[in-house]
T-cell receptor, first 115, second 114 residues
Framework: AQKVTQAQTEISVVEKEDVTLDCVYETRDTTYYLFWYKQPPSGELVFLIRRNSFDEQNEISGRYSWNFQKSTSSFNFTITASQVVDSAVYFCALIQNSGNTPLVFGKGTRLSVIA | EPEVTQTPSHQVTQMGQEVILRCVPISNHLYFYWYRQILGQKVEFLVSFYNNEISEKSEIFDDQFSVERPDGSNFTLKIRSTKLEDSAMYFC????????????FGQGTRLTVV
């Protein structure tokens, strides 16, 4: 069975601080994909990144960076120099490659960036 | 940039009524999904649809739910007799032709059952 754990329910930071959102996953498959989605107050789900299990290179996109470590089954997300517009709920998700399994989401981390 | 669109954005219905939530997936996608998010909770899978049939469904997707792709472009979720606990945000998603490894989500329909 697959599972995604986001232990941080809520995080509050002051603008310009760096913040890391944790994601730990469980799966028996050797091939899988990990995702991060952002859900702003308006409610939509915004795709941020997909990473496959064979690609452990860290990725940076502007102020966003992701640290994938298979050894600890973690896929953490860091926002550098946070801004108020980063305030949202962030979901980590996992999909196995075998069978026709759906995306499994973590419970989300609510990030509040205070000006 | 192509996107998944959902209508309506918000629907209020009385308990026991039938509702149909509509979605237009990205045009060249082959895999379609519905997910549900009860307020403040995580996003949960309901059903996946491929080649004009349900390919997988969760325990949530019981007999009161049905999906349809009536005209080759729309993808609908019908709830036959709504209950208070069906109040949630419903997300439609579609996946690209080359695989299911990425799902693009619509903006959601907020369903309120009163």
């Amino acid at each position: 069975a697959q599972k995604v754990t986001q232990a941080q329910t809520e995080i509050s930071v002051v603008e310009k601080e760096d913040v890391t959102l944790d994601c730990v996953y469980e799966t028996r498959d050797t091939t899988y994909y990990l995702f991060w989605y952002k859900q702003p107050p308006s409610g939509e789900l915004v795709f941020l990144i997909r990473r496959n299990s064979f690609d452990e290179q860290n990725e940076i996109s502007g102020r966003y960076s992701w640290n994938f470590q298979k050894s600890t089954s973690s896929f953490n997300f860091t926002i550098t120099a946070s801004q108020v517009v980063d305030s949202a709920v962030y979901f980590c998700a996992l999909i196995q490659n075998s069978g026709n399994t759906p995306l499994v989401f973590g419970k989300g981390t609510r990030l509040s960036v205070i000006a | 940039e192509p996107e998944v669109t959902q209508t309506p954005s918000h629907q209020v219905t009385q308990m026991g009524q039938e509702v149909i939530l509509r979605c237009v997936p990205i045009s060249n996608h082959l895999y379609f999904y519905w997910y549900r998010q009860i307020l403040g909770q995580k996003v949960e899978f309901l059903v996946s649809f491929y080649n004009n049939e349900i390919s997988e469904k969760s325990e949530i997707f019981d007999d009161q739910f049905s999906v349809e792709r009536p005209d080759g472009s729309n993808f609908t979720l019908k709830i036959r007799s709504t209950k208070l606990e069906d109040s949630a945000m419903y997300f439609c998603a579609s996946g690209p032709w080359e695989g299911r490894t990425e799902a693009f989500f619509g903006q959601g329909t907020r369903l309120t059952v009163v």
